[in-house]
């Protein structure tokens, strides 16, 4: 008797395992569906091709290369910042949607969509556009009014998406290299040829002075005073870099660099520059760049900036006034 209560016992709890697994299965089917729900619209990241941004009437656009490198339209192969381009596409491809205030905007003037302060157009490879218009702040300031082109569904999204999108405009992710140097924050000059020290110069209370070679310190020290106009000439110089355009990301081996004349023989440059933030603590900056051989078309030359490992074409003219200080 004991053995056939247990054989039915054991008979219900594997039904009622089954059951379980079905009731968990069709659980996680109906999860899906709402979390699928709680999304504006949905696109393949990979099916973005181009995508176009205008906030508070400044506007950029960027573009997917062969090399699946994002540019920037118009600027002759300038990549996007690796950083600060990391999960933009994803969050393109699909923003949460808070809540849908209604199914037809009444009056798009009432949440700011008559002229909209933020406009995002994505291109697909099959040829289609979705652009999506982005309004007032909700009176929490967590959300915004929006809608889509061509469905006159009136929702709210979170304020969070839209500052992140408008601040590739505000902020454009320009690459590393393309620095923004100011002659005010330098603190030293260090000029290095055929991989030494060729010379270098340090500012202190007295001003701007040449330094004793081999440096010995950070400001590197010396005692003889330098050229004022010649330090700040060179300084607003460098400070206006003239970049042509990429010619290679991310090279990793020595060997790569040699067919543009970049090996250690290269002449380099390196500025140190001071900065101060609100709380009164100073950071110390490194602005560098190696310079390589003229192109074929003698328009510019390859070089290295910022320690990045790409190569890029700096302006003829620009990059010859700063090998003068190799003289």
């Known amino acids: 008797m004991n053995l056939r209560i247990s054989l039915i016992l054991i008979t219900i709890l594997a039904w009622v395992s089954i059951f379980g697994v079905l009731i968990y299965k069709s659980d996680i089917g109906e999860e899906k569906v709402i979390q ?71 009056d798009k003037s009432k949440y700011g969509l008559e002229n909209p302060s933020t406009e995002i157009s994505i291109y697909l490879n099959n040829g289609d556009k979705r652009t999506l218009y982005i309004g007032n702040e909700t ?43 100011v002659p005010e924050e330098a603190l030293e000059i260090v000029i290095i040829k055929d991989n030494e020290i060729y010379k270098a110069y340090a500012i202190n209370d007295e001003g701007w002075h040449k330094c004793d070679l081999p440096i010995s ?74 310079i390589g051989k003229l192109n074929e078309d003698k328009t510019g030359y390859f070089s290295v900036a910022k320690e990045t490992k790409d190569v890029i074409l700096t302006e003829k003219e620009w990059t010859e006034k700063i090998l003068q200080v190799f003289d």
Not at 265 to 288: C, F, H, L, Q, W
């Open 217 to 290: 310190s950070t400001p590197c020290k010396g005692n003889n005073q330098a050229e004022k106009e010649y330090i700040e000439n060179f300084l607003a110089d460098f400070s206006n870099i003239n970049i042509l355009g990429a010619v290679q990301l991310n090279l990793l081996f020595e060997e790569d660099y040699k067919q543009y004349g970049l090996g250690l023989e290269a002449p380099y440059v390196d500025i140190k520059t001071i900065s101060r933030d609100a709380s009164g603590t100073n950071t110390i900056y490194n602005t560098s760049i190696s």
């Open 139 to 181: 009176p929490d300031n967590l959300n915004n009014y929006a809608y889509l082109e061509g469905v006159e569904k009136l929702v709210m999204l979170d304020a969070t998406w839209k500052g992140v999108l408008g601040r590739l405009v505000d902020e454009p992710p320009y690459p590393k290299w393309m620095y923004k140097l």
């Open 36 to 106: 699928d729900s709680s999304f504006f619209y949905r696109i393949s990241s990979q099916d973005i091709s181009n995508i176009s941004i205008t906030n508070n009437s400044k506007s950029f656009s960027w573009y997917l290369g062969d090399d699946r490198v994002w540019y920037f339209d118009g600027m002759n192969k300038i990549p996007t910042d690796s950083f600060r381009w990391g999960g933009i596409i994803d969050l393109l491809a699909g923003p949460k949607l808070y809540r849908t205030i209604s199914e037809n905007i009444d």
